[in-house]
T-cell receptor, first 118, second 106 residues
Framework: GAVVSQHPSWVICKSGTSVKIECRSLDFQATTMFWYRQFPKQSLMLMATSNEGSKATYEQGVEKDKFLINHASLTLSTLTVTSAHPEDSSFYIC??????????????FGPGTRLTVL | ELKVEQNPLFLSMQEGKNYTIYCNYSTTSDRLYWYRQDPGKSLESLFVLLSNGAVKQEGRLMASLDTKARLSTLHITAAVHDLSATYFCAVEGMRFGAGTRLTVKP
């Protein structure tokens, strides 16, 4: 089956530092990847949609300059949380979608990255 | 703006009982997804419903979609403890409901 990995699985950083999270589709090419944030005991909130080779589309209320997304290849998307603060502490989950861009059929989710900002 | 409402948000049930989780959404959509999440884990895809009237079953779980009513249901039959988890519906694949935290007690 399709596998999506995330790295790191958890990270603890000091306030003001930047953290990069990688999302990789291991056995398929993903034209579209999604980044979600999930606070404890809450639902998943879509942050942005990332298409290979183009700029990410951010959801309303998500700061583009704070959450930098790069989808440089068909198997890798990265999310960089810049100048992280304690309120950015959350569980970040990516998903990848094979097939034609813009057609959502099946998403494969990564295992998530737990970010704690001190 | 697309809104997705799930109910109940919390569900405690005894083993062997049946129950249904409801997912209502506010705009037209032909794609409805159900996911399971265990504590501290990511999501596991359960069902993808792609047309009006679609019904899918896997084990003790059955999902259906009524696009005219903008309603999907996840029915649990003869619940077992292993089904304890949080269940999410998602419209268009990425707009999630609040989740239903299911606890199945012996």
């Amino acid at each position: 089956g399709a596998v999506v990995s995330q790295h790191p699985s958890w990270v603890i950083c000091k306030s003001g530092t930047s953290v990069k999270i990688e999302c990789r589709s291991l056995d398929f090419q993903a034209t579209t990847m999604f980044w979600y944030r999930q606070f404890p005991k809450q639902s998943l909130m879509l942050m942005a949609t990332s298409n290979e080779g183009s700029k990410a589309t951010y959801e309303q209320g998500v700061e583009k300059d704070k959450f930098l997304i790069n989808h440089a290849s068909l198997t890798l998307s990265t999310l960089t949380v810049t100048s992280a603060h304690p309120e950015d502490s959350s569980f970040y989950i990516c998903s990848a979608e094979p097939g034609l861009a813009g057609v959502t059929d099946t998403q494969y989710f990564g295992p998530g990255t737990r970010l704690t900002v001190l | 703006e697309l809104k997705v409402e799930q109910n109940p948000l919390f569900l405690s049930m005894q083993e062997g009982k049946n129950y249904t989780i409801y997912c209502n959404y506010s705009t037209t959509s032909d794609r409805l997804y159900w996911y399971r999440q265990d504590p501290g884990k990511s999501l596991e895809s359960l069902f993808v419903l792609l047309s009006n009237g679609a019904v899918k079953q896997e084990g003790r779980l059955m999902a259906s979609l009524d696009t005219k009513a903008r309603l999907s249901t996840l029915h649990i039959t003869a619940a077992v403890h292993d089904l304890s988890a949080t269940y999410f519906c998602a419209v268009e694949g990425m707009r999630f409901g609040a989740g239903t935290r299911l606890t199945v007690k012996p």
